[in-house]
């Protein structure tokens, strides 16, 4: 799938691109079990045969941590909400943003999107309310 050499990470930044596009997926085996790129196998069953199924717009927050003191990588960013975000075949981890970090609450209806680091300008999964 992917064409891309170099300083790109193989997989995961088209990835991205697709989900920045509105277009995210996920590896999809015959058994059901999701995965996200880069993937040759299903990690739960080794199946081969990955389908790329588009991602629900929507997730449910499952749970989260608040980061005070971030390594040095994500000084900047600080405080922040990292959550998991169950969107059926898969879970995503990412950073929560556009909700005062009181209201976070589990159970949260998100949506996926893409921003930049404030540290290092690195693009990095985000979830924010639907
Ligand atoms: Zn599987």
Known sequence: MSDHTGARHDGY?????ALEANEAFSLVCPEGHGSLPPR???PECG???LAEE?????GELDTYTVTHVPTPAF???????????DFGP????????DVPADEVAVGLTVEATVIESETTD??????RPR
């Open 90 to 97: 898969v879970r995503l981890t990412g950073r929560v943003i």
């Open 40 to 42: 040759r196998v299903c």
């Open 54 to 58: 588009p991602l629900p717009a929507v």
């Open 47 to 49: 199946a081969r045969e």
């Open 13 to 17: 930044d088209d990835w991205l691109d």
């Open 122 to 127: 690195e693009r990095l999964v985000a979830f």
């Open 75 to 85: 000084a900047d960013d600080a405080p922040y909400t990292t959550g998991i975000v």
